[in-house]
């Protein structure tokens, strides 16, 4: 069975400049995440979506992050325009359904300079 | 709201040594409670979990109790082994939010 798949693995960009990612997740799984791991941290949540529905985005920083989940399966996760603190590890996981184990992809390592 | 506490890392230890990480958390219920593993370049994978009171998930030589009455979930392993040596997280799941605790980083000498 494939895994998440996440691209790119690393991005580097200037600030205010604009960046997206892209999350495929495992064949058949309604339920998708995406998390923001700045380094030392645990994973913040800042959406969840089932199926193609958003679930919770509440940590969302809605001025500046976007996403999508068209047809239920891929995601993209947009920031637009990224800040200094925006650096992090981006990562997203999916599951069966919503509560069930979580598989996480390699996440997407993005500097801000 | 809901919240997940850890020990403070580093934790180095010797190989077959004994391993405790702690973790407590707070929720307005009864969460699933898990740990996942981070090992160095990689992403996150779950190690065990417990969804209900008194269970004890287990894997790999690793154990955790679900404790309802000290609102624990701390992670133990007999004998470590360098290839532990990765960053451990707590999580909690309660209604349909995962929250995730700090992570604690663990090193393991030969």
């Known amino acids: 069975e494939a895994g998440v798949a996440q691209s790119p693995r690393y991005k580097i960009i200037e600030k205010r400049q604009s960046v997206a990612f892209w999350c495929n997740p495992i064949?058949?799984?309604?339920?998708l995440y995406w998390y923001q791991q700045i380094l030392g941290q645990g994973p913040k949540l800042l959406i969840q979506?089932?199926?193609?529905?958003?679930?919770?985005d509440s940590q969302l920083p809605k001025d500046r992050f976007s996403a999508e989940r068209l047809k239920g399966v891929d995601s993209t996760l947009k920031i637009q325009p990224a800040k200094l603190e925006d650096s992090a590890v981006y990562l997203c996981?999916?599951?069966?359904?919503?509560?069930?184990?979580?598989?996480f992809g390699p996440g997407t390592r993005l500097t801000v300079t | 709201g809901n919240s997940v506490t850890q020990m403070e890392g580093p934790v180095t230890l010797s190989e077959e040594a004994f391993l405790t990480i702690n973790c407590t958390y707070t929720a307005t219920g009864y969460p699933s409670l898990f740990w996942y593993v981070q090992y160095p370049g990689e992403g996150l994978q779950l190690l065990l979990k417990a969804t209900k009171a008194d269970d004890k998930g287990s894997n790999k030589g690793f154990e955790a109790t679900y404790r309802k009455e000290t609102t624990s979930f701390h992670l133990e392993k007999g004998s470590v082994q360098v290839s532990d040596s990765a960053v451990y997280f707590c999580?909690?799941?309660?209604?349909?939010?995962?929250?995730f605790g700090p992570g604690t980083r663990l090193s393991v000498l030969p």
């Open positions: 999580a909690l799941f309660y209604g349909q939010n995962f929250v």
């Open positions: 064949s058949g799984h309604a339920t």
């Open positions: 979506f089932q199926n193609n529905g958003v679930v919770d």
């Open positions: 996981a999916s599951s069966p359904t919503t509560g069930w184990e979580q598989y």
